[in-house]
């Protein structure tokens, strides 16, 4: 599949999970494939990688570090045609009442600055390369954008967020660069992490008990999807079958987001 043929991606937070997934689908489509992740270890696993990922060490919610991502891309491919963000943190459904002050100040702060600012920062380090090339921005919302019951007060609340950032990012740079995200339902392989700020950050919701029977209970078509099920998504926002579409959203969930 050639699909993506000569796309230049940036790819942020492709370390595992749904990330990773969307960078190897990329690169099988025919994309040059740059990779900002924070792990060490994912970045050590990325650059071990027959498809020769640019890699860069660093935080998505800092400007530094993601123009450093950025300066790594143009160097290595002369410019960005797609943007596509896959950082997030969990919350593992506590509610308002289950928050101290103290919890909800600090976790308030964690969850939107790595769920929301994050993708804001990227857009914006990488925009003028973006708006050059007349490229696309593919953001990952949920499940839990659209309807509460999936996580927590922090979580959901921060994919309602994002949807609006969606919209917003849509409306404001259009016609010059597409923004449109995919917005999958639970998916097995993940390695979503909680928020260290209420102790989680040891907790991966990939790892849950009964996880895949969980997910499959969930889904109306009775499937429990993968991080490569919903990879397909963002190669088809990405590509020129995607050309007409800017502000929206799809939904490899299973059928999950019509209950």
């Known amino acids: ?77 002369g410019g960005i045609d797609v943007l596509v963000s896959c950082v997030g943190v969990f919350d593992y459904y506590l509610g308002l009442r289950d928050l101290s002050d103290d919890q909800l100040d600090a976790g308030f702060e964690e969850a939107y600055r790595i769920n929301v600012k994050s993708a804001l920062v990227s857009v914006k380090a990488a925009l003028p390369h973006l708006v050059e090339s007349k490229g696309s921005v593919v953001l990952t919302a949920s499940t839990s954008s659209f309807a509460a019951g999936r996580g927590g007060v922090l979580y959901v609340g921060t994919k309602f967020a994002l949807r609006g950032t969606v919209v917003a990012l849509a409306h404001e740079l259009a016609p010059d660069v597409r923004v449109n995200a995919v917005a999958p339902g639970g998916t097995l392989g993940t390695d979503l992490r909680g928020l260290e700020a209420l102790g989680q950050a040891e907790r991966s919701l990939g790892q849950a008990p009964r996880r895949e029977d969980d997910v499959r209970a969930r889904s109306p078509l009775g499937v429990a999807l993968t991080a490569g099920d919903v990879a397909a998504s963002y190669v088809f926002l990405a590509s020129d079958a995607a050309r007409g579409m800017t502000g929206r959203f799809l939904h490899p969930d299973g059928g999950a987001s019509i209950r």
């Open 1 to 77: 599949m050639t699909v993506l043929a000569g796309r230049r991606a940036l790819l942020i937070g492709a370390g595992s999970g749904i990330g990773r997934a969307t960078a190897d689908a990329f690169a099988e489509a025919g994309a040059q494939v740059s990779i900002l992740e924070r792990s060490v270890a994912k970045c050590d696993a990325l650059r071990s990688s027959p498809h020769s990922f640019v890699v860069t060490s660093g935080d998505a919610t800092s400007s530094a570090d993601t123009a450093r991502a950025v300066a790594a891309t143009t160097d290595a491919f």
